[in-house]
């Protein structure tokens, strides 16, 4: 898979009082879209955790805001996977209004993590063959 995009409209609980995006309403909009890309992937985050106890979490984010949105605004928000390390995913992310123009550009790190020690963990080898860097 080269790119995942998933949309988003937004919504009055996503805005401040002048109805501009928060900055952390962002942090969701990608977190939900490498959520479906997951799930794209056959990868159920539930089933993962009761089975193996292993989770991704974010390690470290990069964002660069370029616009803003706006109430009501639609919103594609996309997941490519630029590096897959043993316990690792290294993400470009966008979110791109309905338009064209580029809100976001992010760069994100999600960890496998053993959920009970907060340890690196290897990603297992039935989810790792599944992800695929670009090229």
Do not use: N
């Not at 992310?93 to 009970?116: H, N, P």
Request: proline content about 4%.
């Amino acid at each position: 898979m080269t790119r995942f995009d998933w949309p988003v409209r937004v919504y009055w609980e996503d805005t401040d009082a002048g109805g501009v995006v928060y900055h952390a309403s962002y942090l969701r909009f990608l977190e939900r879209a490498r959520t479906e890309w997951l799930r794209s992937l056959g990868v159920d985050q539930m089933a993962l955790k009761e089975a193996t106890g292993l989770g991704l979490v974010v390690h470290r984010m990069e964002i660069d805001f370029l616009r803003a949105a706006l109430l009501d605004d639609e919103l594609w928000v996309s997941v490519e996977v630029k590096e897959r390390r043993s316990a690792s995913i290294l993400f470009a992310q966008s979110i791109t209004r309905s338009d064209g123009a580029v809100l976001i550009q992010a760069q994100v790190r999600a960890a496998c993590v053993d959920l009970k020690r907060m340890r690196p963990a290897p990603i297992p080898v039935d989810i790792a063959d599944r992800i695929v860097p670009r090229t």
